[in-house]
């Protein structure tokens, strides 16, 4: 078997990070790498890649219910009317990451969205403009043919910054885009890797 897979006790494989936690197995099987449009949650998905930065994703994970309590769901229009003493209030509030950059990014976040709202715009047409042009022939084999930073995701990055988000960089980015799904990067083996293309003739 691919060493970069786990068996699991149901004889499923999946990739290696997921381990046996059952919440990383539950995100693995149901979410990641499933392509995302809804515009409520992929604003959600920027906005927790940007509370991961310097942390591991389970960390996050396991925090997102009470993420989207203080986030009021991370509707959009709550969240920009957040208030300087929200903020302060979130920082003490020792179930989530009590980080203010983080925590003030997110609002600036909610009202960058509600300014692409009342340009006609979304998020979720933006984002999904940057998806590479052409998937890769069959899923990658190993961690190491799996990208941190790619053209896409710099690009993408340098537009959100251009439009006022916060803390989406280019690695930042990239695990969005495996998140929703702009790429599938469920290795060779994995139960939800995709099924590779047959090559054309010729």
């Not at 990383?24 to 515009?39: A, I, M």
């Not at 389970?58 to 925090?63: F, G, M, P």
């Not at 995701?153 to 885009?177: D, W």
Request: hydrophobic content about 40%; charged content about 25%; glycine content about 8%.
């Amino acid at each position: 078997m691919n060493p970069s897979l786990v068996l699991d006790n149901d004889g499923v494989a999946r990739c290696a990070w997921v381990g046996t936690d059952p919440d990383y197995v539950r995100y693995h099987d149901e979410e990641w790498g499933r392509p995302l449009r809804d515009e409520e949650r992929l604003f959600e998905k920027v906005c927790l890649e940007g509370f991961q930065a310097g942390l591991s994703w389970i960390t996050i994970l396991r925090r997102r219910p009470v993420f989207r309590e203080v986030f009021h769901g991370f509707d959009v229009n709550r969240v920009a009317d957040m208030t300087d003493a929200d903020v302060d209030r979130l920082l003490t509030d020792a179930r989530i990451i009590r980080h203010r950059g983080k925590i003030e990014a997110t609002r600036g976040n909610a009202r960058a969205t509600r300014t692409l709202h009342l340009q006609g715009e979304s998020l979720a047409e933006l984002i999904w403009n940057f998806a590479p042009a052409q998937a890769r022939f069959g899923p990658p084999q190993t961690y190491a043919d799996i990208p941190a930073i790619t053209t896409e995701s710099t690009a993408l990055s340098a537009e959100l910054k251009r439009r006022g988000y916060r803390f989406v960089g280019p690695t930042t980015m990239y695990a969005l885009m495996q998140s929703a799904g702009l790429v599938d990067d469920h290795l060779a083996g994995c139960h939800r890797a995709a099924a590779p293309e047959p090559r054309a003739r010729g």
